[in-house]
């Protein structure tokens, strides 16, 4: 361990909502060697009791919300841990994600070198391979459009990207005290689109490291569409979704680009999921409440009249 690494204190944020418990356990058996401490805050899974004995096992901290706040708010009880002792980084992670086994010493020192180039650092994310094997894509704005990049497994380095998945992020603590915590308002979707967004307007920059390696599920299936494939999430999903994009793309901080670019894609959910996946007429209500919810800039956990739906 180099010198950067020993003072680059980092603390565990595995925010859980019903999870496989065998997945858990090995995504925090990835964790423990790596970083100085761990907490899973737990959305109210039924589970919970099962979760708080495989924290002790690891003699990581448990924090049981009492209802599901949503990805963002529990992401937030957790960053306060940090932020309230002396830590450098924050790591966050989904509960399925299993980290490769030098993956936060490969973001410190990515982290570390990128500081010592002046880089005002927001965030470095781990590189994956979705369930198709296809590498993690970088996104990024030009003017009025978004470009997408596929890396192959065998880069190095890092890559400037607009945004990185919050799973396998690693982000300083100084840059969380300025930009400020994850917006509790989205709920689930697009809450690192939204933090990196905020954090670029501040001038901070986010990269993707290729050395820093993670197994991680995105959505719960693929389903072939002509010669692209969309991911598959369950029909509440799609609310969140399109509701969210709609409120990012309202907002002055985000880039012309991906405002057209969320605005657009709402706009095509509608004309795909209900057509092409499951549960068709349950995703078409969804879709289209959560266009009306995102056009009236509403936030929040589900509407209690959808709970009906889904």
């Keep these: 361990m180099n010198g950067n690494e020993a003072r680059g204190r980092t603390f565990a944020i595995v925010v859980t909502y019903e ?40 003699k990581a901290q448990f924090i049981p919300l009492g209802r599901n706040e949503g ?4 992401q937030n009880r957790g960053i306060r841990e940090a932020l309230a002792q002396s830590y450098e980084f924050v790591l966050l992670t989904d509960q399925d994600t299993i980290l490769g086994a030098d993956a936060v010493g490969s973001l410190k020192r990515a982290a570390f070198d990128l500081i010592a180039q002046g880089v005002k650092l927001g965030a470095v994310g ?30 190095s380095g890092v890559v400037e990207a607009d945004f990185v998945i919050a799973s396998g992020s690693m982000i300083p603590v100084e840059a969380l005290r300025d930009v400020g915590v994850m917006d509790e308002t989205l709920f689930i979707d697009f809450v690192d689109f939204e933090w990196a967004f905020r954090a670029s307007a501040k001038q901070y920059r986010i990269f993707q490291c290729r050395n820093a390696i993670m197994e991680h599920q995105l959505g719960a299936g693929w389903l072939k569409l ?71 800039d509403r936030g929040g956990p589900l509407p209690e009249d959808l709970r009906q739906v889904v």
């Design 71 to 74: 990805i963002a708010a529990a």
């Design 126 to 155: 781990s590189s994956y391979s979705d369930a198709r094997g296809k590498a993690s894509p970088i996104w990024r704005a030009s003017k009025f459009a978004i470009k997408k990049s596929n890396a192959t497994s065998g880069s």
């Design 226 to 296: 002509g010669s692209r494939s969309i991911a598959i999430h369950a029909p509440v999903r799609n609310y969140f979704w399109v509701r969210n994009a709609l409120v990012l793309a309202r907002r002055e901080y985000v880039k012309p680009a991906w405002r057209i670019h969320l605005a657009i894609r709402a706009l095509l959910f509608l004309l795909v999921y209900p057509l092409v996946a499951d549960q068709g007429w349950q995703r078409l209500q969804l879709i289209i409440r959560g266009l009306w919810d995102g056009i009236r």
């Design 19 to 58: 999870p496989d418990l065998n997945r858990l356990q090995q995504t925090v058996d990835s964790l423990m060697p790596q970083v100085e401490a761990i907490v899973i805050v737990d959305n109210a899974s039924v589970s919970a009791i099962a979760i708080s004995v495989l924290a002790k096992a690891a």
